[in-house]
């Protein structure tokens, strides 16, 4: 997205830009994944560093600033994120032999570390460029690990003069209370239902509205999912969930061990979602396809065995980007569904 927000965000860009007039030093934006956050805040990070911005708050896109900033060389201008979210690894300062290699074959990170948070240090000890402000977008925040939380407190409690931290959070819970009390909390809404398939569709994204229900109707998120072009790891574990039994588990873990964990443990949770909806209202959101199948799981569950379910899939999901053994950890989740089901 290089040149305007998504549809549904423009009226919280227009709530933003009343915060312009006394800036916070910290803006934390929240809401669910897969719905921009991140394009909409290095959107407001380009206003705010643009010399002729606009009066609707965007910037101009044409003037020096700007320039820079379409460039990723803006000197005033910083983003932290997850190795693993950038284009290229960064590489070593000597970049040389046996060095650079191995941080070619290093897994990329999915944590802010610690060093990434320090080498902020020079960025906001030096005059800006053209002495306006100088901005830091960090996302998503939820990925700083400790030591990394702890020294973006200490910035956030005596922030540096001129300076603005943009923040990005997909869940607020599993940031520190303390760093949540440092910023201004600004909420970012999930579209419409309506709103986020019609922008799919004009993306061109075929099946939009099962893609967009099995993303919890989040439009960035369906469009992804729907361009890497294949639902068998979903199709493989729904399967398994609609006629759980032991040996079908183990099979499944096997197969999916490889694949990011966080896929199936988000898949557990929305069917579970759907299981308990059904019992409750007769609604299903996540898998209208598995209606039969939900149907029947939510006739025969007690409502306590299920609720323990979807309280053991929650947990499971702090940890899945961590495991000690993805087999271990997929053969556990689905042996305690399979249990809860039986």
Not at 55 to 68: I, L, N
Not at 126 to 155: D, F
Not at 198 to 210: F, I, T, Y
């Amino acid at each position: 997205m290089s040149d305007s927000i998504y549809p549904w965000q423009q009226s919280a860009w227009q709530q933003l830009q009343t915060l312009r007039q006394r800036m916070p030093h910290a803006i934390l934006f929240h809401g669910a994944a897969g719905i921009g956050k991140s394009d909409f805040i290095e959107r407001f990070a380009q206003g705010l560093l643009c010399e002729a911005v606009l009066p609707d708050g965007h910037a101009c896109g044409t003037c020096a600033s700007c320039g820079w900033f379409s460039q990723q060389n803006h000197p005033d201008y910083r983003r932290v994120r997850p190795e693993s979210m950038e284009d290229e690894p960064a590489e070593s300062e000597d970049g040389e032999g046996e060095t650079k290699k191995a941080a070619k074959s290093k897994v990329p990170s999915k944590e802010i570390k610690i060093e990434q948070i320090r080498n902020l240090a020079d960025f906001m000890n030096i005059s800006t460029h053209r002495q306006g402000l100088r901005v830091v977008v960090l996302y998503p925040a939820e990925a700083l690990n400790m030591p990394a939380s702890n020294a973006l407190l200490k910035t956030l409690e005596e922030p540096p003069p001129g300076t603005v931290f943009l923040l990005a959070s997909n869940s607020l819970d599993r940031l520190l209370p303390t760093i949540l009390s440092r910023c201004r909390k600004f909420a970012l809404p999930m579209p419409s239902h309506a709103e986020a398939l019609a922008w799919l569709k004009e993306q061109g994204v075929p099946d939009a509205d099962s893609w967009l229900r099995e993303q919890g109707g989040a439009p960035l998120a369906a469009m992804e999912q729907a361009e890497n072009g294949s639902r068998e790891d979903l199709e493989t574990l729904l399967q398994m969930l609609a006629h759980p039994s032991v040996d079908l588990a183990l099979k499944v873990a096997d197969k999916l061990q490889k694949a990011p964990l966080s896929g199936p443990v988000s898949w557990l949770q929305r069917w579970l979602y759907d299981v308990f909806s059904y019992k409750l209202s007769g609604n299903i959101r996540y898998y209208p396809r598995y209606q039969k199948e939900v149907a029947s799981l939510a006739d025969k569950i007690h409502v306590s065995r299920l609720m323990a379910a979807i309280k053991g899939a929650n947990e499971r999901r702090a940890t899945a980007d961590h495991p000690l053994s993805p087999k271990l950890f997929l053969e556990d989740m689905l042996l305690e569904y399979t249990t809860c089901c039986a």
